[in-house]
């Protein structure tokens, strides 16, 4: 079992900055990746960044430029710092820790965007 708590989010204005972080707990050794998930109101879940043990990224077309995900493998914690925030990226962040047996999930964050 993994464990992901999610920190940060919040209310911010469009063009703000805000950055989230998530820590794993459990059996830390069998996660190979952690990304960040996102899902707004009558939308499905959706893939906003991934980072590999080995540092390999990901980035959804919608984010690319704007955010920024890293993580400290001796931590167990990975972090997504997004710029340039649209009213489009609000929505419910998750973080998922994925090992050999699956990907385990936080509770989510919630992150708004509006004037």
């Known amino acids: 079992q993994v464990h992901p708590v999610e920190s940060g989010g919040g209310l911010v204005h469009p063009g703000g900055s805000l950055s989230l972080s998530c820590v794993a707990s459990?059996?830390?050794?069998?996660?190979?990746?952690m990304g960040w998930y996102r899902q707004a109101p009558g939308k499905e879940r959706e893939l906003v960044a991934l980072i590999t043990r080995g540092d390999s990224t990901t980035y959804a077309d919608s984010v690319k430029g704007r955010f920024t995900i890293s993580r400290d493998n001796a931590k167990n914690t990975v972090l997504l710092r997004m710029n340039r925030l649209k009213p489009e990226d609000t929505a419910v962040y998750y973080c998922s820790a994925m090992t050999i047996t699956g990907p385990y999930w936080g509770q989510g964050t919630q992150v708004t965007v509006s004037s």
């Open positions: 459990g059996r830390e050794f069998s996660i190979n990746a």
